[in-house]
């Protein structure tokens, strides 16, 4: 039976393809999820995608996935650099958390360079575009073993 896995998204990334399209690329939120959902398949990984632009609504399918995910993949956005409160609720995950961001946030402003949710991730990817999201989930299926 494939283990579950919630794959998180925040705000402004459902703009993917439309929002600046010179860092983020021209793929849509719908084609990350497609590809996403293909190698999943291939791993015995059973996707749950979420996106929100609210803080609380994150926060609350973090908590969710306490029941129901072995494992999350999320891509923060903004809030990786002012939420504490994303923070709580993936410590108080017990599966793998594996961050990813689509810019390489190191080359970005200065507060971009520090993210609360790195504090729990067991790995962080940033600058591979949207394929960071297949290596998120590859690292993933390996740490589930």
Excluded: W
Excluded at 22 to 35: K, P
Excluded at 53 to 70: C, F, M, P, S
């Amino acid at each position: 039976m494939p283990r579950t896995i919630f794959i998180l998204n925040g705000p402004n990334l459902n703009l993917l393809g439309q929002r600046q399209p010179e860092i983020y690329g021209r793929e849509t939120l719908a084609d990350v999820e497609a590809a996403t959902a293909a190698l999943c398949a291939t791993l015995g990984l059973a996707p749950r995608f979420f996106q929100s632009n609210h803080e609380g609504v994150l926060v609350d399918t973090i908590q969710e996935a306490r029941q129901a995910a072995e494992g999350i993949v999320i891509n923060p956005g903004a809030l990786s650099h002012t939420s504490v409160a994303l923070l709580d609720a993936l410590n108080a995950f017990d599966g793998p958390v594996i961050e990813v961001h689509i810019s390489n946030i190191h080359k970005r402003e200065s507060f971009r360079h520090h993210s609360y949710v790195s504090l729990r991730a067991e790995g962080v990817i940033a600058g591979l575009g949207t394929e960071g999201y297949l290596a998120a989930v590859r690292r993933l299926a390996t740490l589930l073993g």
